[in-house]
């Protein structure tokens, strides 16, 4: 079982910055690979980015191609996504997802833990 909570979510004018994290219980956390997904009222959950167990692997969507990075830092069992330059549109709940697998992917079926999300709204 692997439980994770995200933070660093909150209010920011676009352009600005936030920095998300999501810590992960149990001793096999750099085995899986962790994705960001994320969800704005009316719309389904979409993929925003993901990374391999080892960081070698990572994805994102075209969306946030060049303003988001993801991290990952497996000493302390905790996955970052870095969004800079953002936008009214990527207001959401952000969600990390676990997969039980070292390999990534943007697909929201592969994910088998998710933690309770964490809002990010941006305003104009």
């Known amino acids: 079982q692997v439980q994770l909570v995200e933070s660093g979510g909150g209010l920011v004018q676009a352009g600005g910055s936030l920095r998300l994290s999501c810590a992960a219980s149990?001793?096999?956390?750099?085995?899986?690979?962790m994705g960001w997904f994320r969800q704005a009222p009316g719309k389904e959950r979409e993929f925003v980015a993901a990374i391999s167990w080892s960081g070698g692997s990572i994805y994102y969507a075209d969306s946030v191609k060049g303003r988001f990075t993801i991290s990952r830092d497996n000493a302390k069992n905790t996955v970052y996504l870095q969004m800079n330059s953002l936008k009214p549109e990527d207001t959401a709940v952000y969600y990390c997802a676990a997969r039980i697998t070292v390999v990534p992917s943007t697909s929201i079926h592969e994910y088998k833990y998710w933690g309770q999300g964490t809002q990010v709204t941006v305003s104009s």
């Open positions: 149990g001793r096999t956390f750099s085995s899986y690979a």
